[in-house]
């Protein structure tokens, strides 16, 4: 007998137990049934119609999103937007939908900004704002603060930034003539932790979603630079198909070959 949503869930949640998240998240089973035998899991950023095609030709029943598709209640279910129809068709194909979001970006082990540092090479990796809930064992806050082996330019740096998180784009603040070494970083929408890691006198914080009047709270004191939401967070669905495939081996967990960014460069 293959393993139930429910294994799966109480998995997830004992990796990014489901309290973690934010007030306003929505992680968690969100479409399916617990009791539902797992044929298949589909890892993505975002549930898309797209994805749920995709699980289907796969012959997948469950989707295991970073991103919720539903954040607040819907009163009815009629295709009138995009959400709907993807909660439908799932809905028609018997696809469970499951989102690990703040609560996977509250951790530290297997967090989402974790994850991102040790790619870029941080040594010395420690959560940038803790937070009260956190355990000893489980340490949990927002984003976190390394440091590289040596101090680099800061325009090499932002090459090989640009170049390791595979992003077309990175937006940033007036250069400062100084070197980079103390990296502060979030993965996805990150403006809250600024003021934390001037304090914690990062040399550049790495995050995403800023607003262009928010690029001047860098004030000459930090160097910010933005690498998109969808680019931050990318390789988080490698991390999530590495941790399910060593754990269950009796049905296939494949990473969507669908890129979910709904923003496009020139």
């Known amino acids: 007998m293959n393993p139930t949503v429910n294994d799966i869930q109480l998995f997830l949640h004992n990796i990014a137990p489901n309290h973690f998240q934010e007030s306003y998240d929505n992680s968690g089973l969100l479409v399916g049934n617990t009791r539902d035998e797992v044929r298949g899991i589909v890892v993505c950023l975002d549930s898309t119609e797209a994805v749920i095609d ?15 598709i539903i954040f607040s209640g819907l009163k009815r279910i009629t295709g009138r937007n995009y959400i709907e129809n993807i909660v439908r068709k ?44 956190s355990y000893e064992d489980l340490p949990t806050g927002s984003g976190v603060i390394g440091q590289l082996n040596t101090p680099v330019d800061e325009m090499e740096f932002l090459q090989f930034l640009k ?16 070197s980079i070494q ?3 970083l979030c993965g ?15 040399d550049i914080y790495i995050s995403a979603d800023f607003k262009y009047h928010e690029f001047f709270d860098a004030n000459d004191k930090i160097l910010i630079a933005d690498i998109g939401h969808y680019e931050s967070e990318q390789f988080t669905i490698q991390m999530l ?11 296939a967990t494949h990473y969507t070959k669908v890129n979910t960014n709904p923003v496009n460069y020139l």
């Open 241 to 251: 198909h590495r941790i399910l495939t060593n754990k269950f081996n009796t049905f």
């Open 90 to 133: 799932a809905i028609k194909n018997d696809i469970n939908i499951f989102a690990i979001h703040t609560n996977l970006d509250n951790v530290y082990q297997n967090g989402v900004s974790t994850h991102i540092a040790n790619k870029i090479g941080l040594k010395n990796i420690e959560i940038l704002q803790k937070k009260e809930i």
């Open 54 to 68: 995709e699980a289907i030709s796969l012959g997948a029943n469950m989707v295991v999103a970073h991103h919720p």
């Open 188 to 202: 996805g929408s990150g403006r809250f932790l600024l003021e934390e890691a001037i304090s914690q006198e990062a």
């Open 182 to 184: 103390n990296v502060a």
């Open 163 to 178: 170049s390791t998180m595979e992003t077309d784009c990175v937006r940033y603040t007036n250069l400062l003539g100084k």
